[in-house]
């Protein structure tokens, strides 16, 4: 008997058993729509469909499903402001579900067990994206770009990548965290070029001639009051 995880559950003995659909004139039709907290994520999160994986105790699968958009779970699930937690219809009869913590969970199982990122190499005749920046943006983008089939070229103007990451507390962010999933961020194929800072050691004009595209994530590189 199957289990309908994906916004509705189904134990065995219940309406399942009987196949109704058969010799009514009319059948139900379900319509999926986006769930409060996905449309809540600023990141597009769905956290709907990842948390059906883990109810069907598939914790990879449910990786899978996360990354698929956001490919810095184990940083986003300590740092983010989760307001997928806000948006919660759970949170109408008692609490919110804790999806900030699963994000947390599946990003931290996923390196400890060393899962790789499903993302297939790209072709070398494949056009070729320069992005500056090697912050969250400038990974996620080089990120989504292989799993479209782009080969992908991160500038970093320091020797280290994730940017403003290290200016996060330790204690909320722990330096070594960051070093583990950045780094399998950046083994799943794109070309990381440290100590490139444009305007100095790289210039716009030359980036576009190189490269079939240009992709711009800096970072204001600049402190903000509190």
Same mark, same amino acid.
């Given at each position: 008997m199957p289990e309908l995880t994906r916004g509705c559950y189904s134990p !065995? =003995?219940?309406?399942?058993?009987? +196949?109704? =659909?058969? /010799?009514?004139?009319? $059948?139900?039709? +379900?319509?999926?729509?986006?769930? !409060?907290?996905? &449309? *809540?994520?600023?990141? &597009?999160?769905? !956290?709907? $469909?990842? #948390?059906?994986?883990?109810?069907?105790?598939? *914790? $990879?699968?449910? /990786?899978e499903e996360l990354v698929s958009v956001n490919p810095l779970p184990a940083i986003t699930g300590r740092v983010c402001h989760h307001p997928c937690e806000s948006g919660c219809n759970r949170a109408q009869y008692d609490s919110p579900i804790a999806i900030h913590s #699963?994000?947390?969970?599946? &990003?931290d199982h996923a390196i400890a067990h060393d899962w790789p990122y499903p993302v297939s190499k790209p072709a070398a005749a494949a056009p070729r994206v320069a992005v500056v920046g090697? &912050? !969250?943006? =400038?990974?996620? *983008? *080089?990120?989504h770009l292989l799993r479209l089939g782009y080969n992908a070229t991160v500038f970093s103007a320091v020797s280290e990548a994730g940017g403003t990451l290290h200016a996060i507390p330790g204690y909320r962010l722990p330096r070594e965290l960051i070093a583990a999933e950045v780094g399998r961020v950046i083994a799943t194929g794109m070309d990381f070029q440290p100590n490139q800072r444009l305007g100095r050691d790289i210039y716009l004009d030359d980036l576009q001639d190189e490269f079939s595209a240009v992709f711009l994530a800096p970072g204001t590189q600049m402190g903000r009051d509190w």
């Amino acid at each position: 008997m199957p289990e309908l995880t994906r916004g509705c559950y189904s134990p !065995p =003995g219940t309406t399942l058993d009987y +196949h109704t =659909g058969t /010799w009514r004139t009319q $059948r139900p039709e +379900h319509k999926h729509l986006s769930a !409060p907290c996905h &449309g *809540a994520c600023p990141a &597009g999160e769905d !956290p709907q $469909r990842y #948390i059906a994986r883990l109810d069907e105790g598939n *914790a $990879r699968a449910a /990786w899978e499903e996360l990354v698929s958009v956001n490919p810095l779970p184990a940083i986003t699930g300590r740092v983010c402001h989760h307001p997928c937690e806000s948006g919660c219809n759970r949170a109408q009869y008692d609490s919110p579900i804790a999806i900030h913590s #699963i994000e947390r969970y599946l &990003g931290d199982h996923a390196i400890a067990h060393d899962w790789p990122y499903p993302v297939s190499k790209p072709a070398a005749a494949a056009p070729r994206v320069a992005v500056v920046g090697a &912050g !969250p943006a =400038g990974l996620a *983008a *080089a990120y989504h770009l292989l799993r479209l089939g782009y080969n992908a070229t991160v500038f970093s103007a320091v020797s280290e990548a994730g940017g403003t990451l290290h200016a996060i507390p330790g204690y909320r962010l722990p330096r070594e965290l960051i070093a583990a999933e950045v780094g399998r961020v950046i083994a799943t194929g794109m070309d990381f070029q440290p100590n490139q800072r444009l305007g100095r050691d790289i210039y716009l004009d030359d980036l576009q001639d190189e490269f079939s595209a240009v992709f711009l994530a800096p970072g204001t590189q600049m402190g903000r009051d509190w």
